[in-house]
């Protein structure tokens, strides 16, 4: 991948990570308030909980890309982005396009998702 395309998707991540980081904030903030409020009977209280644990598991998934933006970020710096991890083809622009910190191409990524090892 050439300077020019590299530095276009390091923008692309470095504006996502922004957004990541502060919807993280948000959602964290937002998970804590529930149930804070100290005026629910049981029902509320079993509502407050999954809603909690849905927000934590947003969360958790905005957490986990952050890492990939942050990982993918190392690799435009040490040259290696745009390549598969697994089997060093080229990830596809286009791929890349949709989803600026995939580790794996198409193929890889399938491979892994039938065997359940990767969620994103
Ligand atoms: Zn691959």
Do not use: H, W
């Amino acid at each position: 991948m050439n300077t020019e395309r590299s530095d276009y998707f390091r923008n692309k991540l470095l504006q996502m990570k922004g957004d990541l980081i502060s919807k993280l904030n948000e959602r964290y903030n937002e998970a804590l308030s529930f149930g804070n409020d100290g005026t629910q009977d049981s029902g509320d209280e079993a509502y407050n909980i999954y809603n909690k644990n849905l927000m934590l598991g947003k969360v958790e998934t905005d957490a986990l890309k952050l890492q990939l933006v942050e990982q993918a970020l190392i690799r435009i710096t040490g040259g290696t982005y745009g390549v598969c991890i697994e089997c060093e083809d080229e990830i596809e622009e286009r791929r890349l396009e949709y989803v600026p910190f995939a580790r794996f191409c198409t193929e890889c990524k399938s491979e892994m998702e039938k065997k359940g090892l990767v969620r994103i």
